[in-house]
């Protein structure tokens, strides 16, 4: 998945740090990009299943942004062999620890603290495994230098960079990838306490290779434009915190059964020039299982000069036929970055 990651968590083997480089939302299948949007009555009931006509309209986007998500507890993203204290209570990467003693968690931090103040003795934890709240005993130890530890690595938060798809239309609400975000070591999506989205400066792209995804390259404002309150299977979620940020007029939508194959075009951030539009072509329309809907080609020379196809951070990039929104790329084909995966505007939007 392109969620451009920028920065690591600090682990709880206590004090240890599990650092990740910079990565950006795009799946590998490559996800490309993300769009936010709230839970709310925003639906309206005539969007079903591709089975009439609906007239329905959205603000389309393809802009870039920064997004930083906090996750609702702590994951935990690496469990030491041997008998460590977090073996020896059954803990697995992926599992989310949302409570220790009973005590809510806040971020990998509030963790440490919690431990510190117990010292040796044994814990309960609260865990979200796989949809399913567990507990569990954790008896920290100390270490040959006397350090408190526990044998696993934690993450609180996830940053990255990002395509918005689009806007509703009374301006209060966005989506965003296509795609969840998800753990880059456990790809299991993250559960989000909070979020943020920010004005980011893209600067280029790093050209696609065969065999090796491309990726936006930009730098993080701290400008706020937007809160993330959702990530979910079709993409994240959120309230628009600035209108101003908001440049196109709305377009009607296409259910998937009115799509053509042949030519498109998607809305994609890739240079200082700010937003532009591309030339694609629909290649097959698939099934619709997961996030692919539709098989797409990168035809235009300028977007193919710039990144060699689809890349990191486009994700979310929304895609128009005959002046409708019909979706937003998802996923580039590592193997061939010409061509990539959509899904259909109508799943984005029942899926939330």
């Known amino acids: 998945m392109f969620f451009k990651n920028l920065k690591g968590k600090r682990g709880s083997r206590k004090g240890a740090k599990k650092t990740k480089t910079i990565k950006l939302f795009v799946g590998a299948l490559s996800a490309a990009c993300a769009v936010l949007m709230t839970a709310n009555a925003f639906f309206a009931p005539e969007v079903s299943v591709g089975t009439k006509k609906i007239d329905y309209r959205l603000i389309p986007s393809g802009q870039a942004v920064g997004m930083k998500l906090k996750t609702k507890g702590v994951m935990v993203v690496g469990v030491e062999q041997g008998n460590s204290p977090a ?22 931090r509030h963790f440490e603290e919690i431990l510190t103040a117990v010292g040796e003795n044994t814990v309960t934890l609260t865990i979200l495994r796989n949809d399913k709240t567990i507990t569990t005993q954790l008896r920290p130890q100390k270490n040959q230098m006397e350090q408190l530890v526990c044998g696993m690595w934690l993450r609180d938060s996830a940053a990255g960079i990002g395509t918005v798809t689009f806007f509703t239309e009374d301006k209060k609400q966005f989506f965003a990838l296509g795609h969840p975000v998800n753990d880059m070591d456990t790809a299991k999506t993250y559960a989000i306490r909070k979020g943020q989205v920010e004005l980011v400066e893209i600067k280029g792209a790093k050209k696609a290779e065969k065999n090796r995804a491309g990726e936006l390259v930009g ?18 979620v959120g309230t628009v915190e600035n209108k101003a940020f908001i440049q196109r007029d709305a377009l009607p939508i296409a259910t998937k059964r009115e799509v053509k194959l042949g030519k498109a075009k998607i809305l994609s951030t890739v240079s200082e020039r700010g937003c532009q539009e591309y030339e694609i072509e629909i290649l097959k329309i698939l099934d619709g299982k997961g996030n692919r809907d539709f098989i797409i080609r990168v035809i235009d020379e300028r977007l193919l000069e710039k990144t060699g196809g689809i890349v990191q951070g486009m994700s979310g990039s929304p895609i128009l036929q005959n ?6 790329v998802t996923h580039v084909l590592v193997n061939d970055s010409t061509r990539g995966y959509g899904i259909s505007i109508e799943k984005m939007l029942q899926n939330q």
């Open 87 to 108: 073996q020896t209570a059954g803990l697995q990467n992926g599992d989310i620890i949302t409570k220790v003693n009973d005590v809510a968690l806040q971020n990998t």
């Open 323 to 328: 002046e409708k929104i019909v979706g937003a």
């Open 219 to 236: 730098v993080l404002s701290d400008i706020a434009v937007g809160t993330i309150s959702k990530n979910t299977q079709t993409g994240l």
